[in-house]
């Protein structure tokens, strides 16, 4: 690599890397955070409602029963989606423009859907709090500059065999180096996938537009059209949709399908048809889409499990960013590899920070964005508990209140290790809170994550005491240097 | 045992990385682990594509690769301390209105021209290659953010500016062209 690459280009690499870094460091750390969040999702949910019935498998007269009373309830909406139980997820919902209803086991509409702190974290990977449309764009080009990092980190490493696997814990830059280098490179393939599966989605509209000019005559239609499907030409009389008669015929029309959702579009007017999603097994598709009218007779398939490579790896996108196949395990792989991609986002600004002369305001303000952003998280999640709200102002207040206290104490090391504890003890506080209101033991998921916090709180405070502690020694050493200087 | 195994295929993701973990702590150059370790992982692309079909395959190869050098780096850490002069404290300094406006251009580039560019070079470049429609449409797209980053570094490491600039913006508009016309 060394012969490779010139000195000059690795230099200007480097700058390079260091610009790009700088720019969108804070916001890459809050994006890759609360996206190893967000990998969970469905456990979140249930941990935020957990004495919802589960594992119940509706009868078809139930689920009929059920969608029909939703739909009246809802009135008129674009399309209703029944979201059927699976493994990670065993509840019956329907939903519709932001409300829902879980279904009962005798088929009537339980509790509404209340995901508020869910959504909170969602929110921030999908949009940063920002108006869904510019934020969903933002994050994209996040994903974008994000390839340009990873190129750029490449081309700025000419030791990148050299030191494969050294890691110099010294507790100062080089430790810093090491660890951001070691796991950039060696999770390279993973970051530059969730970077381009990333920017897909904000993106994808954009080179829609010039593809549809260069290949379908501007008609963006006609593109979407051959990617998604296009709407079914349907004649029927029926005013309620038989989402039942469709469900009961999944098993002979794609016998090695997992149907695990229904989408009924244009719900009680004349073009409404159905679509039945299904999973197939050993592929990343989110999921073949059956198109059924609304009287349950079958029409098609869209093509995502058989059609042009394309087609099928548009719908494989969502499931190869959020790591939702395979289990548990996958999503236990994808946190590993998402908390890497934050720490690697939090190093790079502390390899700067290292390398200044001098210390100023930006070395506080940084310790309490990342320290601050998940104590902040964990006290939204304690108040929706009681309150019931997971406001996104209250966040930023309470990430800007981290900043002037930080600021405040005008000292890094005791803003990270107080900032560790808060969230420490803040947790703690989470788990008993969530204990008081529903029950020690309830769903699995609810119950492993209750167990996380614990471990989390107590390995963060671990941590916390164990950094701070070399901290001192190194001021020690500080103190020495200078006497040392004086005499 | 089975040959597309989760045992076997673990081993070799493991057994790959661990001989280029090998020969990375021999002082002398050791061609031979090396070749061990990348056919290793190789092989071990085949064997979990082999158990779980080539989608998911990869991607736990991948997964694994990481999982498992990340362990490795781990356990090879050295701990050593070094003595740091302390950093004298200083106000946050206001960065010159000439410094600040060099920043924001580059920010544009490097965030605006480049995606631009990138939109029309990546399309462009793709109407003339024979693909399947459906196809071209997903390549432009999974090629966008790539070019994207791309061109971003190249501005970013530039000395001067123009060259990146002209030459980018000349292979945009051949691309502009190639969608219009």
């Known amino acids: 690599m060394k012969q490779l690459l010139s000195a000059s280009l690795v230099k200007k690499s480097l700058a390079s890397h260091s610009w790009l870094g700088l720019c969108v460091g804070a916001l890459m750390y809050l994006v890759c955070l609360s996206g190893t969040l967000a990998v969970f999702h469905h456990e979140w949910e249930r941990w935020e409602q957990p004495n919802i019935e589960e594992g119940v498998t509706l009868a078809s007269e139930q689920l009929q029963q059920a969608y029909a009373e939703a739909a009246q309830r809802m009135g008129e909406v674009h399309d209703i989606v029944i979201s059927l139980p699976v493994e990670d997820n065993p509840r019956t919902v329907i939903s519709a423009d932001g409300q829902g209803w879980f279904v009962n086991a005798d088929g009537s509409l339980g509790e509404s859907i209340n995901h508020g702190w869910t959504e909170l974290v969602a929110d921030l990977h999908l949009y940063l709090h920002l108006p869904h449309s510019w934020g969903m764009i933002v994050v994209s080009i996040l994903g974008a500059l994000l390839c340009g990092l990873i190129i750029s980190g490449v081309l700025a490493h000419p030791g990148l065999f050299r030191d494969a696997f050294s890691l110099r814990a010294d507790g100062a830059r080089l430790e810093q180096v090491d660890i951001h280098n070691r796991l950039s490179v060696w999770g390279a393939p993973f970051h530059l996938m969730i970077a381009i599966t990333g920017a897909f989605f904000g993106l994808a509209q954009f080179t829609g537009l010039l593809v549809a000019m260069a290949f379908y005559d501007g008609d963006s239609e006609a593109m979407l059209e051959e990617l998604y499907g296009g709407h079914p030409h349907v004649e029927q009389s029926a005013s309620v949709a038989q989402v039942s008669k469709a469900l009961a015929q999944m098993p002979q029309i794609a016998p090695q399908a997992t149907p695990f959702y229904i989408t009924v579009e244009h719900p009680g007017e004349d073009d409404q048809f159905m679509l039945v999603g299904a999973r197939h097994p050993e592929r990343l598709i989110y999921a073949e889409q059956y198109r059924f009218t609304a009287d349950g007779e079958y029409i098609d398939h869209v093509g995502f499990s058989d059609g042009a490579a394309g087609q099928q790896f548009i719908f494989s996108v969502y499931r190869i960013h959020f790591g939702h196949f395979g289990g548990l395990t996958t999503k236990i792989l994808f946190l590993i590899a998402g908390l890497a991609l934050t720490i690697v986002s939090v190093t790079g600004i502390n390899i700067w920070l290292h390398k200044r002369k001098h210390r100023d305001a930006i070395n506080n303000l940084w310790a309490a964005l990342v320290w601050g952003a998940p104590l902040a998280l964990v006290i939204l999640a304690i108040v929706d508990l009681y309150a019931g709200v997971a406001s996104v102002g209250l966040y930023w207040v309470l990430t800007v209140a981290c900043m002037a206290a930080a600021q405040w104490r005008d000292d890094e090391v005791s803003t990270r290790f107080g900032l560790q504890c808060l969230t420490s003890v803040a947790l703690v506080l989470l788990v008993l809170s969530h204990g008081l209101q529903f029950g020690w033991l309830t769903n699995p998921a609810a119950n492993s994550i209750n167990l996380s916090f614990i471990v989390t709180a107590l390995l963060l405070l671990g941590w916390g005491r164990f950094s701070r502690r070399r901290a001192q020694g190194t001021r020690l050493s500080e103190e020495t240097v200078a006497q040392a200087g004086r005499a | ?181």
């Open chain 2, 1 to 181: 045992m089975d040959i597309f195994s989760p045992v076997l295929s673990l081993l070799l993701s493991a057994g790959g990385v661990g001989c280029l973990y090998a020969a990375w702590r021999q002082k002398q150059s050791a061609p031979l682990l090396i070749a061990f370790g990348w056919g290793g992982l190789l092989v071990s692309l085949v064997t979990w594509s082999g158990l779980l079909g080539v989608e998911f395959g990869v991607t736990y190869a991948l997964i694994a690769l990481s999982l498992v050098a990340w362990l490795l780096v781990g356990l090879s850490a050295g701990s050593s301390r070094v003595k740091l002069k302390a950093k004298p404290s200083l106000p946050l300094s206001r960065p010159l209105l000439r410094t600040l406006g060099k920043h924001t251009g580059l920010l544009f580039l490097a965030v605006v021209l480049a995606g631009v560019v990138a939109a029309f070079v990546g399309v462009g470049v793709l109407r003339v290659l024979p693909m399947e429609r459906a196809n071209t449409v997903i390549v432009s797209i999974l090629l966008f953010p790539l070019v994207w980053g791309g061109l971003s570094c190249w501005y970013c490491a530039a000395e001067r500016l123009l060259k990146p600039v002209l030459i980018s913006v000349a292979a945009g508009a051949l691309g502009a062209l190639a969608i219009f016309l």
